[in-house]
């Protein structure tokens, strides 16, 4: 891809949506990218506060299932490539709300594929290969037991409303490239960790649990794995796929990291009694470890095979666990404000008012 792109990126304002914006601003300068976000909870205008909107970069605030909407982007934009990353991702949500889960996941996306469809195939609006890449989850695939790895070929089994409704969306961008032949990719990932993350995830939220001093919750016996893939290593993964994948095709990404959960918490625990000095009673971090019921429906364990990606695109992870999360702790030791604001919701009020009050203004 080495032509200009005019890509329209969902939920650019998400931490793995701003992580990838900053990539491809610094990679390919020459690209227009188009950031849809509806600014929910976990979409952070402070997250990409530096870049500045005009020929290469555009924020637009706003539902992926606004359909007026998403047909005005396309035509006025002439979108040639799409990123979707806008989801509703925490478990623990879509198990008490499901419903938005439904509605983002599989309703915005069906959206965007239908004017994908209408604007690239019906009235031919674009020249040259235009591309749908959809990014997704190893969620969709279940749990494994003690060993094997998810691969591409490993048949959904999605156990919790979030993994459903993001299995639902990968179904339907697949059948929208066998059925209509939208130029569809798949991505999908493993853990995802490292700057701009929402706190309610595990390493930021006990990141800040042990800044307060507050109790470290660890869902049953604490031995879950997980694959880890630090966020930075997981959007070179999709700009390669991007430049190199081929339409119709699924890429699982991993990060090669499998860690028990507990084996996390007390990792970031050690790394801040090493940075910060003990609490003050004396006692380590890993005091405030406190074992909790465990999820409905939890996983217990996740495992990427990513021989795809590395033999058909060239890509393999580059950050292991250990300098991925030395490398998140010292970013939030360094931008405490921005924590801060995420946890007290006053960047949302702020942010998200500058932003409804520029647009009344004409601006």
């Not at 992580?19 to 990409?48: C, E, M, Q, S």
């Amino acid at each position: 891809m080495k032509n200009p792109r005019t890509v329209l990126v969902t939920g650019g304002c998400g931490f793995i949506g701003a992580n990838f914006i900053r990539l491809v601003a610094r990679t390919f300068p020459h690209w227009r990218l188009i950031n849809l976000d509806k600014l929910t909870y976990a979409g952070n205008l402070t997250n990409l506060k530096d870049m500045e909107e005009g020929e290469t970069y555009r924020f637009i605030k706003g539902d992926i299932c606004d359909a007026a909407l998403v047909d005005e982007i396309f035509s006025g934009e002439v979108i040639d490539t799409v990123v979707h990353f806008a989801a509703e991702s925490h478990v623990d949500r879509s198990i008490t709300g499901p419903a938005e889960f439904v509605q983002t996941n599989i309703v915005g996306t069906f959206t965007l594929l239908e004017s994908a469809r209408h604007h690239w195939l019906e009235k031919k609006l674009v020249g040259g290969q235009p591309v749908f890449l959809h990014v997704s989850t190893d969620e969709v695939y279940g749990s494994l037991g003690e060993t094997g790895l998810f691969r591409e070929t490993t048949a959904y089994d999605p156990r919790s409303p979030y993994s459903a409704s993001k299995a639902s969306s990968d179904h339907l961008a697949n059948a929208y490239f066998h059925t209509y032949g939208v130029p569809v990719m798949i991505t999908n990932c493993s853990n995802n960790y490292g700057p701009y993350q929402f706190p309610e995830k595990l390493i930021p939220l006990i990141f800040h649990n042990c800044l307060e001093g507050r109790k470290l919750p660890v869902y049953g016996d604490g031995k879950q794995i997980r694959d880890w893939l630090y966020v930075g290593d997981h959007c070179q993964a999709i700009v390669e796929v991007l430049e190199k994948g081929s339409v119709g095709h699924c890429y699982n990404i991993g990060g090669n990291n499998e860690k028990e959960n507990i084996e996390v918490v007390e990792l970031i625990c050690d790394i801040l009694d090493e940075k910060l000095d003990l609490l003050p009673s004396g006692a380590s971090r890993r005091s405030l470890i406190t074992f909790v019921t465990d999820r409905l429906g939890h996983d217990r364990r996740y495992a990427i095979d990513s021989t795809k990606i590395k033999d058909t695109v060239g890509w393999q992870p580059k950050v292991t666990f250990e300098e991925g999360i030395r490398m998140t702790i010292d970013w939030y030791l360094d931008n405490r404000e921005w924590v801060n604001r995420v946890i007290d919701g006053s960047y949302a009020e702020y942010y998200h008012n500058m932003y409804d009050n520029k647009k009344n203004i004409g601006q």
